[in-house]
């Protein structure tokens, strides 16, 4: 990314947001030789995938939907947006590595749940509880403890 002022190629980003439609993301940047600042926006690549609901019927995958679900789980978890962007983007290069043009809503919940286990223990588990449908305390503290456990082997390794 050039400096629009002096040319310069080292700039670092200062803010970054998703932009009103979300399907892009905004970066104010500053260049780091003479301070100019500037935004640039990078479109994000718009998924072309039909989701299955549960009830069987069909719809074009809406990235919106995951943000909304995200940022429910996430409500009162600190984070920036940058790492939120970047967990938004992981997301969903795992939902095009799967190489189908088709997926139910239980397959999506999957790969969010999996980005945001390692992202954010609490928002996980707030996601999980609505996603996988617990049916009784029992199962939500089973999932808890498995959670614990997995936590506990990753530490274990380091
Ligand atoms: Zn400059």
Redesign the pocket.
């Known amino acids: 990314m050039l ?6 190629r080292d ?1 670092k980003v200062i803010d970054s947001r998703l932009t009103l439609d979300r399907a892009g993301i905004r970066r104010r940047r500053q ?6 600042r500037f935004s640039t926006v990078e479109q994000i690549e718009i998924l072309d995938l039909t989701v299955v609901k549960r009830d069987g019927t069909k719809q074009p995958y809406n990235r919106d939907k995951i943000i909304q679900g995200l940022r429910k789980a996430l409500e009162k978890r600190s984070y920036t947006e940058e790492s939120f962007i970047n967990l938004v983007s992981r997301i969903e290069r795992d939902i095009q590595k799967t190489k189908k043009n088709e997926l139910t809503s239980n397959q999506i919940g999957e790969i969010v749940m999996r980005k945001l286990e390692s992202f954010d223990q609490v928002g996980y588990i707030r996601y999980a509880s609505v996603y996988r449908d617990f049916r009784d305390v029992g199962s939500f503290q089973r999932e808890v403890k498995n959670i614990m456990s997995r936590r506990h082997k990753r530490r274990k390794k380091k």
């Open positions: 400096c629009p002022v002096c040319s310069h700039t260049c780091l030789k003479c301070n100019f």
